[in-house]
């Protein structure tokens, strides 16, 4: 049986960090370290989870149905992801360890400001 995990962050509008947008060095700094506690602290409340080689979908519930290019999230996903390897629900996530990383719309986040997003890890 293959083990899977569901993680579901609600991030706020002010710290969503998109490929396309131009932020300066200290906002963009504060904001990692925002979004990498956050994958710490929700990884720590499910450490007997641990991964040795998985792959990871990303889901993205965004707040509008304005357009959305779900990759462009990628600079959001990598410090929750860097949060998790943190808590040690793995060892790392270089290429040995995680396989994939593919993202999804997935759909109305139903909260104003808030951008949901969900990384489900799939054991490889």
Known sequence: MIKTTTFKFPI??????????S??????????????????????????????????DVFVYPPSKRRLDPPNLYPTT?????????AGMWVDDDHE????MTFYYGGLSSCPDLFIIEILVKED
């Open 23 to 56: 932020v300066c060095q200290r906002v963009k700094g504060l904001r990692v370290k925002a979004l990498r506690r956050m994958g710490e602290a929700l990884g720590k409340t499910l450490s007997d989870c641990a991964f040795d080689k998985y792959s990871v």
């Open 97 to 100: 360890h995680m396989s994939s």
């Open 78 to 86: 990598k410090p929750l992801i860097d949060g998790l390897t943190d």
């Open 12 to 21: 706020p509008r002010e710290i969503i960090l998109n490929s396309n947008q």
